[in-house]
């Protein structure tokens, strides 16, 4: 009787989870909604005040955009400065993460920590004497002064998250590898790496999304020549009279790669955020 | 040939002891990078910090000490600034925290579609930050905006909100709690499915309130996850960049100014290196000083 009753009264406060979560879900939704929404209107019916609900949507703002050679030009850096520092820091981390996942050696905390403590640095603090290192000798405004410097913001990201998927990797198979004559190393190439893989392939895309992601190293560092798509959705704000369609066009445009990629890998996104310091 | 077999029972009993040059091998490649990226700049940033450096002027650099750092001690500006820090991340990081920890709560529930519901809840916090910024622009645009439409139905009307000067770091929170409570959420609610659940059995059956079970039961045990989700948002709260950039410019004036886009303008818009680099330092270790202090206060180990 008293089972019974304390059960009907969990299931009726799962009923009210259900409900309390759906409202902040359509919440926290709306914004990304309304901001589609007016991507797809037309300039009156953007401006319409009360707001139009339902409207005859339309891809004129998205033609105008993409129109624009410069914002595909954007892209394009984006694209190539992402993948070339991403290269560059699995090359470095990933072996890095296996050694902290795997060997006990001197120090191996301290530098465990200084990995770690790249992240805290303010990413400002960290521009300033680039800038004026890139500066002296005339990098600025490169694709290769911010694959640097996106090197800097993901590095750490790399390493913890990496870190945590080898320590998951049962140290048996090592074991055994070696017993059939594999060396340490060609155990790590051969039976780790590629077990590994997927793990490589969602590190890889965290990376990608904070390179993509990134708007200050950008803002500072490339002119016109290397200036990335954040960036130059960022030059709409500046104009005086704002075009609600096309800001919202290109903001939607710059969020669909991320959106999609996150969607990949979204179970590891929470480790990439909190650099592996979570299993999940 | 009893030799070798020793040698060989050797390498298998204590397979994970190499030649110590493994190791080091693999890690050499991270510590050159990061000795270059994050070492380099460090002590060039405490060298430029000792100079009067103009960007404009940069024939003029001279060496002046620690002028730089006493200059900062006495501005009020960096005082304000480092107070509207304390106001953004404090609130900011509190909402999220308390909202958060009230979704995973919901999430810790059985219900349908709970899966569906987390993924879209996600959303908010991998969106593209311009992006988001430029979303909320639009909403909060004084005439035109969704917002106080909405705010209309309830007679409140017109306000100004990145606009106003009061209004500005409020405004600005709001956007930082809609993108980072999921953040909050999802590590809280991770956290709360680990815990085994015949406890929370055990002390209902035995007649705990909900707030009992809250109290005595969920809260200590996520001690752990609470303090890595609480030290992550801060460090990241403590830089935010984008958002602020992008909706207000550090304005009206300097209401919505952050240590953060305070070093950012001291260095590319007054051209100021010299001060803006020790800036940089301060700003740095106030960072240090935050994490060390929440790492031994919760004493949870960072790096396993």
């Known amino acids: ?280 | 040939m009893k030799g070798s077999q020793l040698q060989t029972r050797g390498t298998v009993m204590k397979p994970l002891i190499k030649p110590p040059s493994l190791q080091g091998m693999l890690m050499l490649p991270t510590v050159v990078v990061l000795g270059v990226i994050s070492m380099l700049p460090f002590f060039y940033n405490i060298w430029i910090g000792l100079h009067d450096y103009y960007l404009l002027y940069p024939q003029d650099m001279t060496f002046i000490g620690l002028k730089n750092y006493l200059n900062i001690i006495l501005d009020p500006s960096f005082w304000s600034a480092l107070g509207r820090t304390v106001y953004f991340s404090g609130i900011g990081v509190s909402l999220e925290l308390a909202l958060g920890m009230g979704i995973a709560l919901l999430l810790s529930r059985d219900f349908p579609g709970k899966g569906v519901m987390l993924t879209l809840l996600l959303m908010p916090m991998v969106l593209t930050p311009i992006a988001a910024a430029y979303m909320w622009r639009i909403m909060y645009s004084p005439s035109l905006g969704i917002i106080n439409y909405l705010l209309s139905f309830l007679h409140i009307r017109g306000l100004e909100w990145t606009a106003d000067y009061n209004l500005a770091i409020p405004s600005l929170i709001l956007v930082d709690v809609w993108q980072w409570t999921p953040f909050m959420a999802l590590i809280l609610s991770a956290g709360l499915m680990s815990m085994p659940t015949e406890l929370f059995e055990a002390a209902v059956v035995d007649g705990a309130t909900s707030w009992q079970c809250f109290r005595h039961l969920i809260l200590p045990l996520l001690k752990g996850q609470i303090m890595v989700a609480l030290l992550i948002r801060l460090i990241d709260s403590l830089r935010t960049f984008d958002i602020i950039y992008a909706m207000t410019g550090a304005g009206p004036g300097h209401a919505s100014e952050t240590l953060n886009l305070y070093v950012y303008f001291t260095a590319f818009r007054d051209l100021d290196m010299g001060r803006a680099s020790a800036l940089g330092i301060v700003f740095l270790f106030i960072v240090i000083a935050v994490c060390t202090l929440l790492v031994s206060w919760s004493r949870i180990e960072l790096t396993d």
Not at chain 1, 11 to 33: G, S
Request: hydrophobic share 55%; charged share 15%; with cysteine.
């Open chain 1, 1 to 280: 009787m008293a089972a019974g009753q304390l059960h009907k009264r969990e299931k009726l406060k799962d009923r009210l989870a259900f409900v309390a979560t759906l409202i902040i879900t359509v919440i926290m939704l709306f914004p990304i909604l309304w901001m589609l929404g007016i991507s797809l209107k037309t300039r009156i019916d953007a401006l319409a005040m009360p707001p139009r609900w339902f409207f005859r949507p339309t891809l004129e703002n998205y033609k105008l955009v993409f129109a624009n050679s410069d914002f595909l030009h954007g892209f394009e850096n984006s694209l190539i400065i992402a993948v070339c520092s991403l290269a560059l820091v699995l090359a470095a981390g990933v072996p890095a993460a296996y050694a902290l996942a795997r060997f006990k050696f001197t120090r191996k905390k301290d530098i465990a920590f200084w990995i770690l403590s790249t992240r805290m640095a303010p990413p400002v603090s960290v521009l300033i004497p680039f800038y004026l290192m890139f500066r002296s000798v005339g990098l600025t405004d490169t694709k290769f002064a911010l694959v640097i410097m996106h090197v800097t913001i993901n590095l750490a990201l790399v390493i913890w998250v990496m870190r945590s998927f080898f320590q998951e990797i049962p140290r048996e198979l090592e074991e055994a590898a070696l017993i059939d004559g594999c060396t340490p190393l060609s155990a790590f190439t051969r039976i780790v790496l590629p077990l590994s893989a997927n793990g490589i392939v969602a590190t890889a895309i965290l990376g990608f999304v904070f390179s993509w992601n990134e708007l200050m190293f950008a803002l500072v560092l490339a002119g016109g020549g290397a200036k990335t798509a954040p960036a130059f959705v960022c030059n709409y704000i500046s104009y005086q009279e704002i075009i609600w369609g096309q800001l919202a066009a290109s903001g939607v445009i710059v969020s669909v790669p991320v959106l999609i990629f996150i969607g990949m890998v979204q179970k590891y996104l929470v480790r990439g955020l909190a650099l592996g310091a979570l299993k999940q």
